[in-house]
């Protein structure tokens, strides 16, 4: 029962940082039908400016609760000027062509924004700072950290204000009515591009987060890391429906837990040989049997929810 809720906490931790990479693909197809698979190269930038801005402030002595913010800040502000840019200059022009064309876009958009990372950062991996004392609380037997609980509760509090934002808000009504119909939007008074070019800012903003969030939990940023990272995220949006904001969410979570899961008992039971470095595998089962029996995802493709 220990192992059972151990991987149960692992799983939702990792599903938390799933599901927040998730709603940016999610956000972007909804309006556009486009998948962004640049998306994770976006995390791995935020991941690596975040990293990077710590470790220079907390060397120049910044206190830790200042200089967290201020590492975050950057990276948002990094990360919405990739996204604007490569939205204004690579899928823009492409609105209007065969899906094809941009999806092999964003394939090389992805490629593009990984060597740049590579010649800016070099190939190493750069440690995240040990700017916060690691403490460990035992919960029914199970392990919990104060950065894992800090890490969900920061990703609640970040996935329920875009909730917020996308259902109570003018820009929020904005972002629905382009993704039902962005002709009829237009018509209606609805600035399209305006619209389009917000959902890069508030997906490239969550990507700022994630970004800070996962090198937090690994330890680690690489400019690698946004491949696997971001095909993960798109299995998840694809399990709970792409498009679709909640589904995201689910698929995210259910993502994480099924991983954890499946490290931990399947590795088990097959002598480690399917454990924690095999792990991937189950993400991409996952996402070959939702593609095979159930293609719309477990939410199906609300348009009302999308954004």
């Known amino acids: 029962m220990d192992v059972l809720l151990q991987q149960l906490i692992n799983g939702l931790i990792l599903g938390s940082l799933y599901a927040l990479v998730a709603l940016g693909y999610t956000m972007v197809y909804g309006i556009l039908e486009l998948i962004n698979f640049a998306h994770g190269e976006i995390v791995m930038v935020g991941a690596m400016v975040s990293v990077s801005v710590l470790a220079a402030l907390?060397?120049?002595?910044?206190?830790?609760?200042?200089?967290l913010p201020l590492a975050l800040a950057a990276a948002v502000v990094v990360c919405v000027v990739t996204g604007v840019l490569v939205e204004r200059i690579a899928y823009r022009p492409l609105r209007n062509?065969?899906?094809l064309?941009?999806?092999?876009?964003?394939?090389?958009?992805?490629?593009?924004?990984?060597?740049?990372?590579?010649?800016?950062?070099?190939?190493?991996y750069l440690s995240f700072p040990p700017v916060i004392e690691v403490?460990?609380?035992?919960?029914?037997?199970?392990?919990?950290?104060n950065i894992q609980i800090l890490i969900l509760v920061v990703a609640a509090l970040t996935m329920g204000g875009l909730l917020l934002l996308v259902n109570r808000t003018r820009l929020g009504r904005a972002m629905r009515a382009t993704a039902q119909n962005r002709e009829v939007a237009g018509l209606m008074?609805?600035?399209?591009?305006?619209v389009i070019a917000a959902t890069f800012i508030v997906g490239s903003a969550l990507a700022a987060v994630a970004g800070l969030l996962i090198a937090s939990?690994?330890?680690?940023a690489h400019y690698n890391m946004g491949f696997i990272l971001g095909l993960k995220a798109f299995s998840a949006a694809v399990l709970g429906g792409i498009g679709n904001i909640p589904g995201a969410l689910l698929g995210g979570?259910?993502?994480?837990v099924i991983e954890s899961l499946g490290a931990g008992y399947i590795g088990d039971l097959t002598g480690g040989?399917?454990?924690?470095h095999y792990q991937d595998i189950f993400a991409f089962l996952i996402l070959i049997l939702v593609l095979t029996f159930r293609p719309s995802g477990l939410l199906g493709e609300r348009v009302a929810d999308r954004a």
């Open 217 to 220: 939990y690994y330890g680690i």
């Open 58 to 67: 907390t060397a120049a002595g910044v206190p830790v609760a200042l200089a």
């Open 273 to 276: 040989f399917l454990g924690s």
């Open 253 to 256: 979570l259910l993502l994480g």
């Open 135 to 145: 403490r460990v609380y035992d919960v029914l037997g199970a392990t919990v950290s």
């Open 97 to 99: 062509a065969p899906r």
């Open 189 to 194: 008074g609805v600035d399209v591009n305006r």
């Open 101 to 124: 064309a941009p999806l092999i876009t964003a394939i090389g958009v992805s490629i593009v924004l990984q060597n740049l990372a590579m010649i800016f950062w070099g190939r190493q």
